[in-house]
T-cell receptor, first 112, second 109 residues
Framework: NAGVTQTPKFQVLKTGQSMTLQCAQDMNHEYMSWYRQDPGMGLRLIHYSVGAGITDQGEVPNGYNVSRSTTEDFPLRLLSAAPSQTSVYFC???????????FGSGTQLSVL | QQQVKQSPQSLIVQKGGISIINCAYENTAFDYFPWYQQFPGKGPALLIAIRPDVSEKKEGRFTISFNKSAKQFSLHIMDSQPGDSATYFCAARRNKLIFGAGTRLAVHP
């Protein structure tokens, strides 16, 4: 039982490049979400999903896309990376919306 | 504009002391209020949570106090230990979980 798995752990991008952060969970959780963590800003919700085929925006969705084709996977796409997207990204999942979130180990992203 | 306001930003406590972290919210539709603990290099993990129909919840050395009329809730860590040194986040839920800005706690021996 791996829990929530995020890849990659580290990534450096150039401004304008695109990439996908992967997130997979093996706990059969319906609810999945993406957060970014910045110093002094806490954890800010980017996008979330309450089940396969259903996604919605969080607090800071601009510049990011998500899709949820399966229960297990919830990838986060950066369309055209900007330095302001330099952050640590966490994927999290739970049985019901927002209750006892299980977090992945994070992806540290730098955009130059 | 942060929906959940957390204070203080950082806190230093001596071993054996009481650590207190406060949070305030505006949205009365929030229905679940958890606290998460995060160690460096790790993802946050659920520490303790409360629902608005309860005024206090205690689990070991950790207690949440909830004041519905004031729209505030706080985390108390009794007999604080160096191993409690971490960043603590309060959060509130209405369909999705919104976090506060975090408090970095250092417990000195």
């Amino acid at each position: 039982n791996a829990g929530v798995t995020q890849t990659p752990k580290f990534q450096v991008l150039k401004t304008g490049q695109s990439m996908t952060l992967q997130c997979a969970q093996d706990m059969n959780h319906e609810y999945m979400s993406w957060y970014r963590q910045d110093p002094g800003m806490g954890l800010r919700l980017i996008h979330y999903s309450v089940g396969a085929g259903i996604t919605d925006q969080g607090e800071v969705p601009n510049g990011y896309n998500v899709s949820r084709s399966t229960t297990e996977d919830f990838p986060l796409r950066l369309l055209s990376a900007a330095p302001s997207q330099t952050s640590v990204y966490f994927c999290a999942s739970s049985y019901s919306a927002g209750e006892k979130l299980f977090f992945g180990s994070g992806t540290q992203l730098s955009v130059l | 504009q942060q929906q959940v306001k957390q204070s203080p930003q950082s806190l230093i406590v001596q071993k054996g002391g009481i650590s207190i972290i406060n949070c305030a919210y505006e949205n009365t539709a929030f229905d679940y209020f958890p606290w998460y603990q995060q160690f460096p290099g790790k993802g946050p993990a659920l520490l303790i949570a409360i629902r608005p129909d309860v005024s206090e919840k205690k689990e070991g050395r950790f207690t949440i106090s909830f004041n519905k009329s004031a729209k505030q809730f706080s985390l108390h860590i009794m007999d604080s230990q160096p191993g409690d040194s971490a960043t603590y986040f309060c959060a509130a839920r209405r369909n999705k979980l919104i976090f506060g800005a975090g408090t970095r706690l250092a417990v000195h021996p």
